[in-house]
């Protein structure tokens, strides 16, 4: 893939290597291109990154070859919600780990999106911009190259819908809490003074007798940071036996990453990818009937 760039008056005469700095094209990404790749050009001619571009040139280079991946690929099942040469967005199902890891080595979202490259005769790494719990389920932002994944790294929002048990009033809150890991569990977090700094925004869209459908957008990035958060206000996730929730209704903490925003890397156009609640979560709101007075659009 070749990226160019035209030189804007207000960038003559600077180096090259400041130029597409200023473009958002990474430090590691320009080293990669100068030592893995084929170089910079400025219509077509070789440029050094330290020389100077000039007004209306073409600055062009192709992205180096992507490494080799140590991901097995494997025929498993997606949900492609949105894909283009720089993003794909994936639709997670609960159950299915994000990646490989000691516990899960095999068989995850990665594995399937390798056996889907392949399949296509195309080459590649997984490069998940967000990662959601094995038992979450919902949209995961990926970049298809490494130009593509600080930029979508800095731009990506995730709203979460979450049910949470116990009623509370609809309209806007807050939990703004200190994060740690929790000293009797490996991977369990609690909210402690010595932990850091977590803010999650919410809104409750309903509230039923028994339990609440909220939409949460974390503005920090602490793991279970919105089943931490719930369960420190008193309305842990149905579903949620870690963080005090019971699976009366549900067999899995309730929580699904919804809405996810973010900035094309080229165009810099925002973009907006949904996806609909799961079956389960869908069966335990209707039971209480808290999909009425919200659209889902909006959020």
Not at 18 to 28: E, N, S
Request: charged share 15%; proline share 8%; hydrophobic share 35%.
């Amino acid at each position: 893939m070749e990226l160019h760039y035209q030189v804007p008056p207000e960038a003559e005469g600077q180096r090259l290597g400041l130029f597409l700095r200023t473009q958002g094209v990474t430090a590691g990404l320009i080293k990669s291109v100068k030592h893995q790749g084929e170089g910079f050009f400025a219509d077509g001619a070789p440029l050094h990154t330290d020389q100077p571009v000039h007004t209306g040139q073409c600055i062009s280079f192709a992205l180096p070859p992507e490494r080799d991946t140590s991901v097995i690929p494997q025929p498993i099942p997606l949900t492609i919600v949105y894909e283009d040469e720089f993003a794909a967005v994936l639709d997670k199902p609960a159950g299915l780990a994000v990646h490989p890891t000691l516990n899960y080595p095999d068989h995850t979202l990665a594995n399937g999106w390798i056996h889907y490259l392949q399949s296509r005769g195309r080459t590649g790494v997984f490069r998940p911009v967000n990662r959601i719990d094995k038992n979450t389920s919902g949209l995961v932002l990926c970049a298809q190259n490494a130009f593509a994944a600080p930029l979508l790294a800095v731009s990506a929002q995730k709203c979460y819908l979450a049910i949470v048990q116990g009623s509370l009033p609809l309209g806007p809150g807050r939990v703004e809490a200190p994060i740690g890991r929790r000293g009797d569990s490996i991977i369990g977090r609690c909210v402690m003074p010595t932990g850091k700094y977590s803010l999650t925004e919410y809104t409750v869209l309903a509230a039923g007798s028994r339990h609440s459908l909220l939409a949460c957008t974390p503005r920090t990035g602490r793991t279970h940071q919105i089943r931490v958060h719930m369960a420190y206000i008193g309305h842990p996730l149905a579903g949620d036996t870690l963080y005090g929730g019971t699976t009366e209704d549900l067999s899995r903490h309730a929580l699904h990453c919804g809405v996810v925003r973010f900035v094309h890397p080229v165009t810099h156009h925002p973009l907006r990818v949904s996806c609909p609640l799961p079956a389960d979560m869908l069966a335990l709101a209707q039971s209480e009937h808290l999909l009425e007075g919200w659209q889902y659009d909006r959020l």
